[in-house]
């Protein structure tokens, strides 16, 4: 088990590139089973949770090579099967994409029910009435979910919550479906728009993705034979625009959409930081003193949740009380209490955090509770007085490309030792 060392009060300084987005990359490599052959993708990032997906989309038949280190190619002419019960697969979230991916390519599908963060109950109703919309069976038996259909038949489907991981199998498994599927009440984070694109490029006909109403015609075949490049990760670039802030430092991100990053550029200009927008990188230089701002986390284009956590730990440097409401997950505030043990002064009720700032963080060992939370923690280590070690920080490769690696080049002390046994914190 890993752990992360961190001797804090360095101020980040530089210029740093962001990967390819998780969350289109993880819907990206399912979507390419519902393809005739093979087909490149490039900007894949190299975190676990592609591990993972590379490792069970093999186990399905798929040829896997690695072009370079984000390019790869992948070949599905072998894939024959529609049962995806790898243990593997209960490891992360984004294995639910297979559902609506074999669906769509087999009419059938058979996949062991997903793993992922705990954000307390995390419900997959709004997929299995999209299946169902579209003509399949849908059983959960033994830990499996199973889905059946004779005919895929498009039709319309409104969303009773604005669900990603809806939006995206409904996409997957209507793409092919005889007919036209109307999905409202769509999500629209970028990565829908980018499996938009992914799928349109192989020949799908997707049309309104990024905006509420996302109109499928099924077309009878995808074909392979195209080079694709994934956008650039949202929310790993508001990390590190997060981090240069927290540490009152000047970061140029670079290999971003600024437009993605409106919401989060919206807010630190509100505390009063100089936030400077270029083609496709970000400059962030922190003050000395940053103001308290009140944020509510909504559905895109609103302030992503997946930042939640990391803004949270940025506010206890503000300037007065904030406020942070979290309108996505029920229960999104598990790590505060990991921030309390470095002296992090933040009461939690119901859905809001209220964040007392003007606060010296002092190292300790904590623990990351998730995947932003993991990055959340690193950022209050960097920002505490003496030395914090953060454990569990598998959780923040599956969704961060070498993440000390970067903040070390920007000048931040970090260090992973990986061979310690200690169980304690
Ligand atoms: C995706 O999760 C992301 N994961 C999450 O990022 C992100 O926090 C979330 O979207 C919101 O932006 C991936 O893309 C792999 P949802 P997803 O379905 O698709 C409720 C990260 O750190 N809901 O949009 O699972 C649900 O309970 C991860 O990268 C239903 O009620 O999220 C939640 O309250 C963590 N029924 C809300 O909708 C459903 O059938 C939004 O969930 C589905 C969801």
């Given at each position: 088990?890993?752990?992360?060392?961190?001797?804090?009060?360095?101020?980040?300084?530089?210029?740093?590139?962001?990967?390819?987005?998780?969350?289109?990359?993880?819907?990206?490599?399912?979507?390419?089973?519902?393809?005739?052959?093979?087909?490149?993708?490039?900007?894949?990032?190299?975190?676990?949770?592609?591990?993972?997906?590379?490792?069970?989309?093999?186990?399905?038949?798929?040829?896997?090579?690695?072009?370079?280190?984000?390019?790869?190619?992948?070949?599905?002419?072998?894939?024959?099967?529609?049962?995806?019960?790898?243990?593997?697969?209960?490891?992360?979230?984004?294995?639910?994409?297979?559902?609506?991916?074999?669906?769509?390519?087999?009419?059938?599908?058979?996949?062991?029910?997903?793993?992922?963060?705990?954000?307390?109950?995390?419900?997959?109703?709004?997929?299995?009435?999209?299946?169902?919309?579209?003509?399949?069976?849908?059983?959960?038996?033994?830990?499996?979910?199973?889905?059946?259909?004779?005919?895929?038949?498009?039709?319309?489907?409104?969303?009773?919550?604005?669900?990603?991981?809806?939006?995206?199998?409904?996409?997957?498994?209507?793409?092919?479906?005889?007919?036209?599927t109307t999905i409202e009440n769509a999500a629209k984070e970028p990565h829908i728009v980018d499996l938009a694109n992914f799928l349109n490029a192989m020949g799908a006909d997707i049309k309104g993705a990024g905006t509420d109403v996302i109109k499928i015609r099924g077309v009878k075949e995808l074909k392979g034979g195209h080079t694709y490049m994934i956008i650039p990760d949202q929310i790993e670039a508001g990390t590190f625009m997060i981090a240069a802030v927290a540490t009152r430092g000047d970061v140029l991100v670079k290999n971003i959409i600024p437009k993605h990053m409106e919401s989060l550029t919206a807010k630190l200009q509100e505390m009063n930081v100089k936030v400077e927008e270029f083609d496709d990188s970000i400059r962030v230089t922190g003050r000395d003193k940053i103001q308290k701002v009140n944020i509510k986390t909504l559905p895109y284009p609103g302030f992503p949740t997946d930042l939640q956590p990391p803004s949270t730990v940025l506010l206890c440097r503000a300037e007065g009380t904030s406020t942070i409401t979290e309108g996505v997950w029920d229960n999104r505030f598990q790590y505060i209490d990991e921030l309390k043990r470095m002296g992090a002064n933040i009461k939690v009720e119901g859905r809001m955090a209220v964040i007392e700032g003007a606060v010296r963080l002092s190292g300790a060992p904590i623990r990351a509770t998730d995947l932003r939370a993991g990055a959340a923690m690193v950022i209050a280590g960097m920002m505490a007085h003496g030395e914090t070690t953060v454990s569990n920080i598998e959780c923040i490769d599956r969704g961060y490309e070498k993440l000390e690696e970067k903040l070390r080049n920007l000048g931040a002390d970090i260090r992973r030792v990986t061979n310690e046994k200690s169980k304690n914190r």
């Open positions: 088990m890993g752990k992360l060392i961190i001797r804090g009060q360095k101020r980040l300084k530089g210029e740093v590139t962001v990967s390819g987005a998780k969350n289109a990359a993880v819907a990206i490599l399912p979507a390419t089973i519902l393809s005739e052959g093979s087909c490149i993708i490039e900007n894949v990032p190299d975190i676990l949770d592609i591990t993972i997906l590379k490792n069970i989309l093999t186990n399905l038949g798929a040829k896997i090579e690695n072009l370079n280190s984000s390019t790869i190619k992948v070949d599905v002419s072998n894939v024959s099967s529609y049962v995806a019960t790898d243990s593997q697969i209960s490891k992360l979230r984004a294995s639910y994409y297979l559902m609506g991916a074999l669906l769509g390519k087999f009419k059938r599908a058979v996949v062991t029910f997903p793993g992922g963060c705990d954000f307390g109950v995390r419900p997959i109703d709004q997929h299995i009435k999209g299946f169902e919309a579209l003509g399949a069976k849908v059983d959960i038996e033994h830990g499996k979910v199973i889905i059946a259909a004779n005919r895929l038949v498009g039709a319309p489907i409104y969303l009773d919550v604005v669900s990603v991981g809806a939006t995206i199998n409904i996409m997957l498994a209507a793409v092919k479906a005889e007919g036209i």
